[in-house]
């Protein structure tokens, strides 16, 4: 099962902030927040990944609360191409090692 | 382009025929792995490879049979499939297979089973 809570889909006007929520309010210590996407049709593309400090590089910011109970994706000025389903994952550590669980992820409309 | 290839992008197969999906990384990764995504669900994983041994099998039927002959190759071979397995089927590479690794997908192969 998913760690992490979205709501399932969200619109952004284009040229605007896409401000994207996540609850993981289970996480442990040594677990890491990473961000996926996938638009469609395409295989799921890596955005970010934090622990507890905010992160920032070329494609989005990372904003984790200081509980680390939630955390936002921010794409300062989304545009059509933005459109996708989102992820919010956090790692899961079992005897297998599997690295990443997928939950329902959040529906980007970048609109005109 | 993430570095990691899917062969075919599409495939159209019958539920007696037998096919392979291939998949080759080109980043020097260590671990691979297989994911199912279904119209409407999420990600599923499949299996995951490390070093070439299977360290998971996510309860996957039996007419899915997964080969890693080497860290840059993973291959998925069907047989008599069943029309619910049509989806989306992803490749995807790490460096290893710990939980601070990031992922890289390919683009994915489209199965459809008539």
């Known amino acids: 099962d998913a760690k992490t809570t979205q709501p399932t889909s969200m619109d952004c006007a284009e040229g605007r902030a896409a401000n994207l929520p996540c609850n993981h309010s289970t996480i442990s210590g040594n677990e890491y927040v990473y961000w996926y996407r996938q638009i469609h049709s395409q295989g799921p593309q890596y955005i970010i990944h934090?622990?507890?400090n905010n992160e920032t590089n070329e494609m989005a910011s990372l904003i984790i609360t200081e509980d680390r109970k939630s955390s936002t994706l921010i794409l300062p000025h989304a545009t059509l191409r933005d459109t996708a389903v989102y992820y919010c994952i956090v790692f899961v550590m079992n005897s297998g090692n599997t690295p990443l669980v997928f939950g329902k992820g959040t529906r980007l409309s970048v609109i005109a | 382009e993430t570095g990691v290839t899917q062969t075919p992008r599409h495939l159209v197969m019958g539920m007696t025929n037998k096919k392979s999906l291939k998949c080759e990384q080109h980043l020097g990764h260590n671990a691979m792995y297989w994911y199912k995504q279904s119209a409407k669900k999420p990600l599923e994983l499949m299996f995951v490879?490390?070093?070439?041994?299977?360290?998971e099998n996510n309860s996957v039927p039996s007419r899915f049979s997964p080969e890693c002959p080497n860290s840059s190759h993973l291959f998925l071979h069907l047989h008599t499939l069943q029309p619910e397995d049509s989806a989306l089927y992803l490749c995807a590479s790490s460096q290893g297979a710990g939980f601070q690794e990031t992922q890289y997908f390919g683009p994915g192969t489209r199965l459809l089973v008539l």
């Open positions: 490879y490390n070093f070439k041994e299977q360290t």
């Open positions: 934090g622990l507890k």
